[in-house]
């Protein structure tokens, strides 16, 4: 069964950066798409970034060209860092992993979030 940690997040100015990382425990971590998701207060959650096994990243039109999603399979650990931040980036950032093999890469393990708050 496969755990995810994530951390990183934090408190930071508008136009600052941060790196979150998350980490997964027990299974074949190289067979997982991995992604990026965020919920703001009142808000759906929403995709941020999903990373195929490949490593090949895809981002949601507000986040294109400001964040930087990764994965280093070696360390099962995937990275979303995040430049020119903005007070809208403020939200709950979650990792989440689906299998590429039985689920077609769909979500369905979840880290429990860690928390990113952009001050204007």
């Known amino acids: 069964q496969v755990q995810l940690v994530e951390s990183g997040g934090g408190l930071v100015q508008a136009g600052g950066s941060l790196t979150l990382s998350c980490t997964a425990s027990g299974s074949v971590f190289s067979i997982f798409v991995m992604g990026w998701y965020r919920q703001a207060p009142g808000k759906q959650r929403e995709s941020v970034a999903t990373?195929?096994?490949?490593?090949?990243?895809t981002y949601v039109d507000s986040v294109k060209g400001r964040f930087t999603a990764s994965r280093d399979n070696a360390k099962k650990t995937i990275y979303l860092q995040m430049n020119s931040l903005k007070p809208e980036d403020t939200a709950v950032y979650y990792c989440?992993?689906?299998?590429?093999?039985?689920?077609?890469?769909?979500?369905?393990?979840w880290g429990q979030g860690t928390q990113v708050t952009v001050s204007s």
């Open positions: 990373i195929s096994i490949s490593g090949r990243a």
């Open positions: 989440a992993a689906g299998s590429a093999i039985t689920n077609s890469g769909a979500p369905t393990i």
